[in-house]
């Protein structure tokens, strides 16, 4: 097939790399060009923008960073739905607003455009290794028709309903994994001050009733001090914010959500923005 792909960042990367393994002809577009530059390298075309991306595509993938580039990169004379042909399916692949992938869906399906929401989970690693959660919203027999490709990238892939339910499904996960790394960093401060060598903890706690996927993946990193970016903060707090604001529109208060929020933000306040997600534990460090 002849696919497009706009956002070669620390996942978006990985993603191209399977897509054009398992054969297809990927034309890809990103506003630093020097990142694409091993995709290239591996038979990538590289665009001159998002509607040239489009031209190129019969199924068009998104990941950037936030709504606001979500927004950029499909509307605007060289935006994605400028380009794109009836018939062609786009896929935005971003954690971003659930009213944003409604917005994109009507305005795709306005000229003969097919449109999923499939944010993912799993970070660096599942898009190195193929195996993300994806969770999709839209028409199901589109999902139907892009289901292959989604197999390319991911395990776990759900169907979870209209425009917008991919997004609010991954508003899901990020509640549950914002308190989550406040558990694994207190455990492992209180490991240390406990005399505990902590990689045996691990041993002990990780496959018992409170291992995750955070606990298993990133309390080795933060161990080793590594807080390289699987994920970065700075794109953490943009998805926190955004559940909060679909939280307080639905009457619902989540004071784990609001009190992880507060804490990463004071992270990034102290220029931590960049760094991954387990990075946490410098709030307890201070």
């Not at 959660?133 to 197999?151: D, K, N, R």
């Not at 639905?250 to 923005?273: F, H, I, N, T």
């Amino acid at each position: 097939m002849k696919i497009g792909f706009i956002g070669t960042g620390v996942m978006g990367n990985s993603l191209v790399k399977h897509l054009l393994q398992a054969g297809h002809e990927v034309a890809i577009y990103t506003r630093t060009a020097k990142k694409a530059e091993n995709l290239v390298a591996l038979g990538a075309k590289l665009m001159e923008s998002p509607r040239q991306a489009a031209e190129h595509a019969e199924t068009l993938f998104t990941m950037v960073g936030y709504p606001s580039d979500v927004e950029q990169v499909y509307f605007g004379d060289n935006g994605i739905l400028a380009g794109a042909k009836q018939g062609t399916v786009v896929v935005d692949m971003t954690t971003s607003q659930p009213k944003l992938a409604q917005r994109i869906y009507e305005a795709a399906k306005d000229q003969g455009v097919k449109s999923l929401d499939a944010p993912v989970s799993g970070g660096d690693i599942g898009a190195q290794n193929g195996t993300l959660s994806i969770m999709v919203g839209g028409e199901e027999v589109v999902f139907q028709e892009v289901l292959p490709l989604f197999e390319l990238l991911g395990q776990n892939i759900v169907y979870q309903g209209a425009a917008g339910a991919g997004q609010h499904t991954k508003m899901c996960n990020q509640i549950i994994i914002a308190s989550n790394m406040v558990g694994v960093c207190e455990s492992l401060i209180y490991a240390k001050k406990a005399g505990l060598d902590p990689e045996q903890v691990l041993r002990s706690i990780s496959s018992g009733a409170a291992g995750s996927w955070s606990l298993s993946n990133l309390a080795p990193r933060i161990i080793n001090g590594d807080f390289e970016p699987g994920f970065y903060i700075k794109h953490f707090i943009k998805d926190m914010k955004i559940a909060a604001e679909e939280a307080e529109a639905m009457g619902l208060e989540l004071p784990g959500l609001r009190q992880s929020l507060r804490m990463y933000e004071s992270l990034a306040d102290k220029g931590y923005g960049d760094n991954g997600t387990q990075a946490l534990i410098k709030y307890y460090e201070k």
